[in-house]
């Protein structure tokens, strides 16, 4: 059973840069399986971030940023700001049609 | 501008079923595969199912495989999810998005909350 793992909590200062990660359980993730990153705020609906690991979506600011790092894909934030303190998920594109999510990463900004 | 509005959840005790609506607008709805993406109360993001454009191939996480069922009505532009044999663990908001091939989940709607319990 594939694992896709994250960092389960993160903080930052405002104003300072963040790295998330994403990863595999077993194996290296690349751009073969297009990580997606996708932003929650709690009783809201998640916010789509990032596709095909590096191109953001429509509105999204140029403070988010997606790679690849090393084995994993990877979410930056830089200036980060109040309201980036959210939930960040990534998922995994498996092929034939199966996503997996990662667990999560809870942003806290302080 | 796209828009994905769900309905249909509510109360459904364990062993019934249920089926969940989701009413697209604002974009050719037969060009984009969509899926099924839900949250237990607390818990993070899973993928449920996923269906092609046209609705000739549907996939199923392993949790539910055999126990939901995936469809569209492209006449309709409505995206379905029939909910069999639930469980108590299948309680969770789900929400229809779309997309789900490499490409991600590029547009969510609200959710709607199912409950299984007795």
């Known amino acids: 059973q594939t694992v896709v793992t994250q960092e389960p909590s993160f903080s930052v200062s405002p104003g300072g840069t963040v790295t998330l990660t994403c990863g595999l359980s077993?194996?290296?993730?690349?751009?073969?399986?297009?990580p997606s990153w996708y932003q929650q705020t709690p009783g809201q609906a998640p916010r789509t971030l990032i596709h095909s690991t590096n191109t953001r979506s429509s509105g999204v600011p140029d403070r988010f940023s997606g790679s690849i790092l090393g084995n994993k894909a990877a979410l930056t934030i830089t200036g980060a700001q109040a309201d980036d303190e959210s939930d960040y998920y990534c998922v995994l594109y498996m092929n034939s049609g199966i996503s997996v999510f990662g667990g999560g990463t809870k942003l806290t900004v302080l | 501008e796209v828009q994905l509005l769900e309905s249909g959840g509510g109360l459904a005790q364990p062993g019934g079923s249920m089926r969940l609506s989701c009413v697209a607008s604002?974009?050719?709805?037969?060009?984009?595969?969509m899926s099924w993406v839900r949250q237990a109360p607390g818990k993070g993001l899973e993928w449920v199912s996923l269906?092609?454009?046209?609705?000739?191939?549907?996939y199923y996480a392993d949790f539910v495989q055999g126990r939901f069922t995936i469809s569209r009505d492209n006449s309709k532009n409505t995206l379905s999810l029939q909910m069999d044999s639930l469980r108590a663990e299948d309680t969770a908001v789900y929400y229809c998005?779309?997309?789900?091939?490499?490409?991600?989940?590029?547009?969510w709607g609200q959710g709607t909350l199912v409950t299984v319990s007795s």
């Open positions: 269906i092609s454009g046209t609705g000739g191939d549907t």
């Open positions: 604002g974009f050719t709805f037969r060009s984009y595969a």
């Open positions: 998005t779309r997309g789900g091939l490499s490409w991600g989940f590029d547009n």
């Open positions: 077993s194996g290296s993730v690349s751009t073969n399986y297009y």
